[in-house]
């Protein structure tokens, strides 16, 4: 059984100021923590081959529909629709520790 727990490095700007490229977070597994409003880490259905870290804003034709923090980047659901959430970011450990919102 895999663990509850993984971790996950940012890169890129699409969550900036939140969190940054290089940025290292502990994320726990399961959809059911996913709430409008929580930083998640997720699967877009058209690119299943791309985890990201994005917010999620709202839950839409069984999936959810997540966005970045940085307006000016859409590498989001506005590029490619819904995503399956596969956890919820629980705290950034690296290089500062720190709780999200």
Known sequence: MPSPLFAVLVRGPS???TL???DAL???????HARPGRIVVARFRSRPDLLVVKRAVREQDGGWWIEGDNSLVED???AYGVADVIGRVLIRYYPRLGRLR
């Open 20 to 22: 940054r490229s290089g």
């Open 76 to 78: 989001d659901s506005r």
């Open 26 to 32: 502990l994320v726990r597994r399961g959809a059911r």
């Open 15 to 17: 969550m900036a100021p």
